[in-house]
């Protein structure tokens, strides 16, 4: 490609410039990859490592969280390591207990049902409570050096809320709706508290070295566009402001989002992931040039024989295009029983894409 | 209005003219409304009944399940009476093992995983292996004579099919869409086997005295638009086809189908069924006036105070409109411990907004 910039790496774009350059829409040789919670449970050397300690211990401890995070890069050279964390950190650092039975998600005790709850929740230093968090980075950004973009991130308020309020995972949200719709003085209160935390807590992120940060919406999707929009947009479009004011491109993700399009890119992310229900062109067609995408393999799909995993990635490839601001990614995150083999297979149809 | 035609009932119409020609798109004095699951676990007289036998034994049980039907009726006067059944009757009528742990969901067995698996399912005859829902409707059209529609209603082909391939509730469907997209003529002949026992099961609701058939997909929004339309369309033509020829209007509810709607209004029903996260306004925008639509309150708010869901319940009214062809309903089943008086409060305010 004449139109981009010479760059030191011998065989072209680095992973890392290749990301960067895709959220921000530039010109690259082919799609940059990573897929979301690719440091995890479908990895049997992850799986030796959490003998050690619980969930959330490993993601205390800056050694093994640096260690799961470059597991999958060893094995297959994606574009961007994402950090090995949980968006429920920071609910820790504000004062919550935190743990997870296995298969069970997590449990976040005691649960805030009042403004007196809420009131509990306290302010936290990120190097103090989190430190641990810029230690792993700083481990990996040595193991990769400039070869991988390393993506921090975050839970979003919603997502985190839901949480508090619930005290578990949830299928309806019936205590945190309850808030929001019966009792949103309160409900906003807890968002503007968790707005406050989460900036600093990015911050540090990328103090640390951090090159992108992604906003996790896992239940967004879950209320109407007109309740997102009257009681989330506020502190999101707060939090993803002042995140972008950190100078990383910011990828902003919600579980359920074909009703959310435009609202999400009112809110002025660089990328908007989009799950494996929204098709890309009309997500295109809906949201213009104004963000990069990030998806949308189905990752349900990759329980299929390889083969049907490689013709699906690249009709996935197909229907985004060649059209700059494009980040392959799974809909959603790699689940736990996943072969190792078909997550190869994504990979390398991605990367067999590439103009050499 | 001056443009409605003549009615026997003194009062005005009925519920059942209410709903027949809401769901026909003709002018109504006001929305008519039921609530999907309002025969069910939130009532304290539900518990009662439900304390004589198994969740499959009740469906079995023509009185009692014509008891349960007609409890909501007579606490709350909803315009139409859904028979309280079960999606899975028809997979047990085809040889699976159907049974229900309190608290967990269904458990279908044995799961099918192969070409053998599928081929073991057998038809069945309507009257002879599921007469007692014939006999179910039949007892409520006593009770409730012209006053109320009967709804019947069905699983979607995805829908149960997805129980028969995960053997139980499912929040990914791996194994269903490992085959969907694996094995892609094994599904297909699922599929198939699963119409053709529909269209005479609903056909047996209809003799007995049905007004209105629902099919309930419940899962199918978790498939992208592309995959729905390659793979599911053709046998839901089918079956909505089929369905419509029995003469009766035939709603199409797609839980989590914002992407879905042009792809359903294809379909050809004369209602569809739109969950919370969907603007009426949007939905109407996208589909024209091809069906009438159904929904869509949040069953989350009600969990919020009874003025909040008066409240939500307007809105929800305001955003429909007066166009013709809405039927008021819950955007997904009401949830087992719903407070009643938030049901209540839901239904006296759609109520409320009739012309005297």
Partial sequence: MTDQPKTDHPEGLSGRERMLRAA??????????????????????????RQLGSFMETCRHAERAAEITCQPIRRFGMDA??????????????????????GKGPRVQPALRSRADVDRLHAFDPEEDTGFLADAIRRVRKE????????????????????????????????????????PETFRELLDKIVDALIPYLGMQVD?????????????????????????????????????????????YVNGDSHLLELLADLGPDVIGIDWRVDPTDARARIGDRTALQGNLDPSALFAPAETVVRMTE????????????????????????????????????????NP
């Fill in 24 to 49: 921000r829409r530039q010109p690259v040789d082919g799609p940059p990859v990573w897929i979301m919670r690719q440091a995890g449970r479908y990895l049997p050397e992850y799986h030796e490592i």
């Fill in 81 to 102: 390591a994402v950090i090995f964390s949980d968006i429920l950190v920071p609910a820790e650092a504000m004062g919550m207990d935190v743990s997870f039975e296995e």
């Fill in 144 to 183: 990769v050096g400039a070869e991988q973009a390393i993506i921090g991130f975050c839970g979003a308020p919603f997502t985190t809320a839901s949480y508090m309020i619930e005290g578990q995972s949830s299928r309806n949200f019936e205590n945190t709706k309850a808030m929001l719709h019966g009792d």
């Fill in 208 to 252: 640390a070295g951090a090159d992108v940060l992604q906003i996790f919406d896992s239940w967004g999707g879950a209320l109407s566009a007109a309740t997102y929009r009257e009681s989330l947009f506020p502190p999101m479009e707060r939090l993803v402001c002042a995140t972008k004011a950190l100078g990383c491109p910011v990828i902003l």
């Fill in 315 to 354: 009709e996935t490839l197909d229907r985004f295009g060649d059209a700059p601001g494009h980040i392959f990614n799974l809909g959603s995150g790699v689940l736990p029983k996943t072969p190792v083999e078909c997550v190869q297979a994504v990979i390398e149809t991605v990367q067999r894409r590439r």
